[in-house]
Structures are given as structure tokens and as C-alpha cells.
């Protein structure tokens, strides 16, 4: 099919219910077209679709937020345009937070005629019993929840588990462990469960959070807060959103070239021997970086 997603007017039946109602506006539809070509660019880059094998099926999970909701749009138009040639299954894990408006999702997703499972699991109150009096809930949530994503998919038939994070979130994370868990390391857009029959895929991560906001608003969809960890004042994760919104402030498209950084990464200009043969290194010796597609030969330069 040619690659030309949005030239076909939004107008009848050319578009999935997903995307009725979507704004007209020529920046908008030059939004809509830099999230399909940014998801299809990471769906490539990094080998989520097995073209040779059989028919896979994707759990898309669907919290409530506008990261989750351009998640599901996206990938729903790349099937729709027959681009995409996996099943989607949209499904939401009520967490049994107090105030959780349980009935929102399950009547969006049956108006848009998106096949979806709703599963409910308390692990709010899990969380509140183990974590002590002033401590984040993230980690034991995140665990919880990953772990009941993981039941429903193999229950579902599901290859893989879809999930919304974008390149703000990759950044985050990357900065989080270097500030506090002294390591480089971040979310990769691909990664195999310890069991080895799931994979977690991340397509949103080249998209912008401004751009995932920017469009989940201007398509009205009813975005539900996450009340659990939102509450909890001085995380470090906003920590360092401020930091990288200030940085963006002074320098713009600042997290636009750090991200790239992630992307361009020469082990033998780092300090990690398991990654780079530094005592192979000598005059006339032929070394290989082995995380360098393309290799280096060369005695890496003073700098």
C-alpha cells in the first residue's frame, strides 16, 4: 500500500471511529502524520513486527491518560491503513483506586468498536498496606500491574505487551538512573520478559509528550488522572521533568538531540569493558565494537 496515510479526506467510513470528530486544521493533521510517522519509524527500527511469521496479536494497555489514548489511535490507524498487520486488544487495569471512574473507559472503547478487555485487580490497596508512610508507590505498583499485564495477555493469546511511553519518559528514565542509580541505562523500546514468551514493546518512543497531549486534547478524549502516584508530592521523576523542561526553556530542541544521543552510542568512547575489548586495544590491533552495527577498527582518538 503506498505510504501516503492521510492524503484520503477524513471524511464517511475512510477513517476508523477512533479519529471522528478530529480537528480539520492543517496543524493538525501535520500532528497526526508526525505520530504515525514517528511510531512506524520506531515499529522498524527496533523489530516489533515479525513480517515472516505468523499473525501476531498486541495487548495495547489503556490506562486513561493521553499517552495510552495516542498509543491505541496510532497503532488503530496504522492497522486500519493495513500498515500495521498485527490484532489489537485494548485493555484497562482498574486498580481499584478510590474515585476511579471505572465506567468511562469500558463505554469509550465499546463507542468506538475497539475489541478490549477491562480487568479488575485491587492492587491500590496492596500498595497502600506495603509501602511505608512517605515512600513513592511507583515501584511496587509498576510491578503489580506489569505482572497482571503480563497474566491477561497470555490469557488473551497476545504476543506482546503494548505499553504508552514516549521519548520524555525514556529521558526521564535514562537521567534517573544516572543522578540515582549510577548506571546508563533507560526503557528500551523492545525488551523479552524474564520468562522468555512476552515481549514489551514501547512504539511511542520517538513521539513527544507535548505531542501526545497536544493531540489527545484536541481529540477530546476523556482523560482520566492517575490519582495513586499523582498525589505523592517530590518524586524524583518530577524532579527531573523540571530539570529537562527548564533545559528545554534555555536551549530548544534540547531533548530532541539527547534523545538522538541514546541512539548513537559508541561503547569504545565509554568506560565499560564488558562492552569494549579496551586491553585488546593496541597499534595495528583490530578491535570490534560489538554494540556498533557497523564496527571500528580504529584506536579511538584523544579528546
Known sequence: MPDTLHEAPDTGDDIHALFHGAPKTTEFRKLRKRLIRETREAIERYGMIDRDGPRRKWLVCLSGGKDSYTLLAVLTELQWRGLLPVDL????????????????????????????????????????????????????????????????????????????????????????????????????PKLLNDEGDLTLLRPLAHVAESDCETFARAMDYPIIPCDLCGSQDGLQRQVIKRMLDEWETRAPGRRAKMFSALMQVRPSHMLDPELFDFAGLAPGATVTDVHDPNTFSDIPALR
Do not use: W
Open 89 to 188: 486488544v485494548a485493555c484497562n487495569l482498574d486498580q481499584g483506586q478510590p474515585g476511579f471512574p471505572a465506567t468511562v473507559l469500558p463505554a469509550f472503547l465499546e463507542r468506538m468498536g475497539v475489541p478490549h478487555r477491562i480487568e479488575y485487580r485491587d492492587t491500590y490497596s496492596v500498595v497502600k498496606d506495603k509501602v511505608p508512610a512517605g515512600r513513592t508507590y511507583c515501584a511496587l505498583c509498576s510491578r503489580l500491574r506489569r505482572a497482571n499485564l503480563y497474566r491477561v495477555a497470555r490469557e488473551e493469546g497476545c504476543t506482546s505487551v503494548v505499553l504508552g511511553h514516549h521519548r520524555d519518559d525514556i529521558l526521564e528514565t535514562f537521567f534517573l538512573n544516572l543522578f540515582h542509580g549510577g548506571k546508563i541505562a533507560t526503557m528500551p
